[in-house]
């Protein structure tokens, strides 16, 4: 089965501080993604990688960064945190080349964040 | 712009009714539409993708259709139980741009 492992469950955070989400995968596949989902906005794209080095903006980047580095490993940077940012994130990975294969995407178990 | 549309927002139905869920979308250039199940607090689980070449995808008591033509999908429960209480989110797979979400129709299935 694939595993998509995000490194934290719930996070607390202060306003300006510099926060990384953390995501992991063990299926080699190579597109990635960075989701939030907010009570009534459903969920939304925040970033996305194809390939290693590589990433896309998604609908909502701004406040946002990303990095990968290595294949598995896709982190989220929330460059200075603020109140707006509270959500749940999500991360998922796909197979596939061509990031619009048809490929499930699979997705961690998110990480509820609170900016105080 | 895609947008993804899912009714109803909730339903409440006894145990061992079949049930329908559906989705519906605006752009019928899709890739495929993939159904996932969200229980309280967690992630997203996949549970079935239809391509947009075929009809219908099938799992044990899922089964789901599309009609890109008229722009919609639907997802059918046989013989619900209380354990498929939960949030189900359709979303569509686009070229250019990542999934497309509904905001899901959130289940209850009493004993």
């Known amino acids: 089965d694939v595993k998509v492992t995000q490194s934290s469950r719930y996070l607390v955070k202060r306003t300006g501080e510099k926060v990384f989400l953390e995501c992991v995968q063990d299926?080699?596949?190579?597109?990635m993604f960075w989701y939030r989902q907010d009570p009534g906005l459903g969920l939304r794209l925040i970033y996305f990688?194809?390939?290693?080095?590589?990433?896309e903006k998604g609908d909502i980047p701004e406040g946002y960064s990303v990095s990968r580095e290595k294949k598995e490993r896709f982190s989220l940077i929330l460059e200075s945190a603020s109140t707006n940012q509270t959500s749940m994130y999500l991360c998922?990975?796909?197979?596939?080349?061509?990031?619009?294969?048809?490929?499930?995407?699979?997705f961690g178990d998110g990480t509820r964040l609170s900016i105080l | 712009k895609q947008e993804v549309t899912q009714i109803p927002a909730a339903l409440s139905v006894p145990e061992g009714e079949n049930l329908v869920l559906n989705c519906s979308f605006t752009?019928?250039?899709?890739?495929?539409l993939q159904w996932f199940r969200q229980d309280p607090g967690k992630g997203l689980t996949s549970l079935l993708l239809?391509?947009?070449?075929?009809r219908e995808q099938t799992s044990g008591r899922l089964n789901a259709s599309l009609d890109k033509s008229s722009g919609r999908s639907t997802l059918y429960i046989a013989a619900s139980q209380p354990g498929d209480s939960a949030t189900y989110l359709c979303?569509?797979?686009?070229?250019?741009?990542?999934?497309?979400f509904g905001k899901g129709t959130t289940l209850s299935v009493s004993s």
């Open positions: 998922a990975s796909s197979f596939g080349q061509d990031w619009y294969s048809n490929q499930p995407q699979h």
């Open positions: 299926m080699d596949h190579e597109n």
């Open positions: 990688s194809y390939d290693v080095k590589m990433k």
């Open positions: 752009d019928s250039a899709i890739y495929n």
């Open positions: 239809i391509q947009s070449s075929q």
């Open positions: 979303a569509v797979n686009q070229a250019g741009t990542a999934l497309i």
